[in-house]
């Protein structure tokens, strides 16, 4: 059962920019989950670096979901026009498998409906199969390997 008081809140970088490390890195941990590989995939300058430019490039693209007092989830994502992406679709796991994934959910493709996207892309690895699952029930569909990064499928939801 979902405790109904989450709220989301735009991430301030001051205050928790080691919590938004710590979630990123852990989204690569889960999505590599065979030994060191998802290292060659992140870079934690670069990311502490990029994470307030985006913020700024898309104003409400990075969110922190509260649950009583503790952030529980983040969301990174980006929009223009009709079009949308999804760079970090992320819940503690100690909260996963409680309802808090469709928050994220139902949050980020409102957000994105309200500035007139017709559809959004995310990106998730063959092996992250929690977060296929959950994709899949969420009606993300996958589109195959991504042209960019072959290592990664393609998931699209119309809005």
């Given at each position: 059962m979902i405790n109904t008081t989450t709220v989301?809140?735009?991430?301030?970088?001051?205050?928790?920019?080691?919590?938004?490390?710590?979630?990123?890195?852990?989204?690569?941990?889960?999505?590599?989950?065979?030994?060191?590989?998802?290292?060659?995939?992140?870079?934690?300058?670069?990311?502490?670096?990029?994470?307030?430019e985006h913020a700024?490039?898309?104003?409400?693209?990075?969110?922190?979901?509260?649950?009583?007092?503790?952030?529980?989830?983040?969301l990174e994502f980006a929009y223009q026009d009709d079009w949308a992406h999804v760079n970090l679709f992320y819940l503690r796991p100690d909260k996963r498998g409680m309802g808090y994934g469709t928050v994220l959910q139902e949050f980020v493709t409102d957000f994105m409906r309200t500035r007139g996207c017709s559809s959004a892309t995310l990106r998730v690895s063959p092996r992250n199969e929690r977060a296929m699952k959950f994709y899949k029930k969420h009606g993300w569909q996958d589109t195959g390997p991504d042209r960019r990064y072959p290592q990664v499928h393609l998931y699209r939801i119309e809005l």
């Open positions: 989301f809140q735009p991430i301030d970088f001051v205050r928790h920019m080691e919590i938004c490390v710590q979630f990123r890195e852990d989204s690569f941990r889960a999505s590599y989950p065979d030994g060191d590989e998802w290292r060659q995939h992140w870079d934690e300058d670069d990311y502490r670096k990029w994470i307030p700024k490039q898309f104003p409400g693209g990075a969110q922190h979901l509260w649950l009583n007092g503790e952030i529980i989830g983040q």
